[in-house]
């Protein structure tokens, strides 16, 4: 099978430190190659691949730090439709801007969802284009933007022989773990709440983006004394993993639809439980009181501190290799691939006042 893989251009294919949708690609990218077929990623120009690589960018959008970033998108779109007619299916990981020219492309193409639908405006626009084909990688992420034609779930997955597992944490300097981004939506103030009031160590590896900068300085920073609270900032592969495999429990207490939550999975990897709130994709990924524990609230949460002991981080690492590994992850995609390579091409009308949606295939259903 022919493929072309179209990945967001914000980061590197794989991120040098934090981005799970860009790491999703390179494994996804990497598996389909040792399976022996033909994959080209468009990425940025410092990405990283065994696969052929097409460039519209030299540097990594953030680093680049332009001031034009819908002109380097522009490129990855034209390059898209280029080089289309080479391909026997189009995989898009970059939401809508590549979907207003869908029915120039000369290949099928399947749109992998990789954020959680909380803007009226990012939902609305979807609407536009319904009909097309729409991969979620959770079940819960459709619950917000429902008539969208989705033609399978396929939960991420991790190259699990990558992460360490660890039978017991580190014991003389016991910590819970703060992991990937700093922002209201991720919780931070929700982990260093839990961890000052039950006593514990918290150390935090994450970035801080612009527009949460604030928030940081505000919520977060004041309470940074590198002694109970610590910070370390963002960490690569290696330090991502001997951080996770000493630590207790990891503290995922999101305050948004979380539509996966690749750091529970690299913690399971490691055997370390996850501690979270029932937001978005949590209960399909976490098996509460199995692999960590699943509550409503913040107060509850932290009166599961103490139960942490509890879990068997053997359980944590099988339930991993069983559901999230990147082996069933691309057996999915391709299973995915290969049905939609057989259906027509979809036509429709932009919705509106006296328009109606038109496809000329029934709806795929949920595998």
Known sequence: MKILQVAPLWEDVPPKTYGGTELVVHILCEELAKRGHEVTLIASKSSETSVNKEAPVNKNLRELNTLMPGFYENISTAKTIEMSADFDIIHNHTGLPLLPYHSLLNAPMVTTLHGAFVLKEEIEAYKYYKNLHYISISDSQRENNPDLNYVSTVYNGIVVDNFQFQETPNL??????????????????????????????????????????????????????????GYIGEIGHKSKVNLLKNSHALIHAVTWPEPFGLTMAESMACGTPVLALNMGSIPEVIRHGVTGYIEENIDDLIKRVKDIKKINRYECRKHLEDNFSDRKMVENYIKTYNKLIEVPKISFMTPGKNSRLKTNVNKCKHQ
């Open 172 to 229: 003389k300097d016991p910590y819970l773990t703060f992991l990937g981004r700093i922002s209201p939506e991720k919780g931070t103030h929700h982990a260093i709440r839990l961890a000052k009031e039950t006593g514990w160590k918290l150390i935090i590896a994450a970035k801080v983006d612009k527009v949460d900068r604030e928030y940081y300085e505000k919520e977060i920073k004041p309470h940074i004394d590198n002694k109970q609270i």
